[in-house]
């Protein structure tokens, strides 16, 4: 098992381009969560797909927005770019949350570079 | 809403000594907190969650509820010790989501 995979690894876009970030998750995993994480700083959630569905978002505006698949593969979608999306984007997988643990498995990151 | 502080960005110490990673949190419910540990180029990884109460190579945190702490611990630092450690918080049943911290880097001197 290859883990949580994401493409392209690196990424350099120009300011108010649109990118796609793609994620496959762990094998048997149901459950995608996005993280963004600028230099120096922690993982911030932006959402988390089940179900084909975004089931909860972090505090990220609406030019965030994601798609997850019927093979739980997600994307990650961001219009308008500005410099301050520079940040290494983050994929993390795990079993739908039941009653006992939410552990996340994550990707080694997208990093996207804007000019 | 929820919070996690690591106050210490960098944390050098000998080989074979004590090791004491911080990490509070603030959060008004039942929190679930995870350590998460990467290692030179390598992805993110799960170190250990309080819930498991179990120890990691050597690892072990408990969580206390007054001080609002999750410490990690290690009583003799070895050198493949060296990393960038986040602590992590879940608001619980129906979130979805892990808040972190800034992060701490153990630096383990030979």
């Known amino acids: 098992d290859a883990g949580v995979t994401q493409s392209p690894t690196h990424l350099i876009k120009t300011r108010g381009q649109q990118v796609t970030l793609r994620c496959s998750p762990k094998?048997?995993?149901?459950?995608v969560s996005w993280y963004q994480q600028a230099l120096g700083q922690g993982p911030q959630f932006i959402f988390q797909?089940?179900?084909?569905?975004?089931?909860q978002r972090g505090n990220f505006p609406d030019r965030f927005s994601g798609h997850q698949f019927p093979n739980y593969s997600s994307e990650l979608n961001v219009n308008a770019l500005l410099l301050g999306d520079s940040a290494l984007y983050l994929c993390?997988?795990?079993?739908?949350?039941?009653?006992?643990?939410?552990?996340?498995?994550f990707g080694p990151g997208t990093r996207l570079t804007v000019l | 809403a929820q919070r996690v502080t690591q106050p210490e960005k960098l944390l050098s110490v000998f080989k074979g000594a004590p090791v004491e990673l911080k990490c509070n949190y603030s959060y008004s419910g039942s929190p679930e907190l995870f350590w998460y540990v990467q290692y030179s180029r390598q992805r993110l990884q799960l170190l250990l969650r309080h819930i498991s109460r179990e120890s990691i190579k050597g690892f072990t945190a408990d969580l206390n509820k007054g001080e609002t702490s999750f410490h990690l611990k290690k009583p003799f630092a070895q050198e493949e010790d060296s990393a960038m450690y986040y602590c992590a918080l879940s608001a619980g049943a129906g979130s979805y989501q892990l808040t972190f911290g800034k992060g701490t880097k153990l630096s383990v001197i030979p």
């Open positions: 094998s048997g995993h149901d459950t």
């Open positions: 993390a997988s795990s079993l739908v949350w039941t009653g006992g643990s939410l552990t996340q498995y």
């Open positions: 797909y089940y179900e084909e569905e975004e089931r």
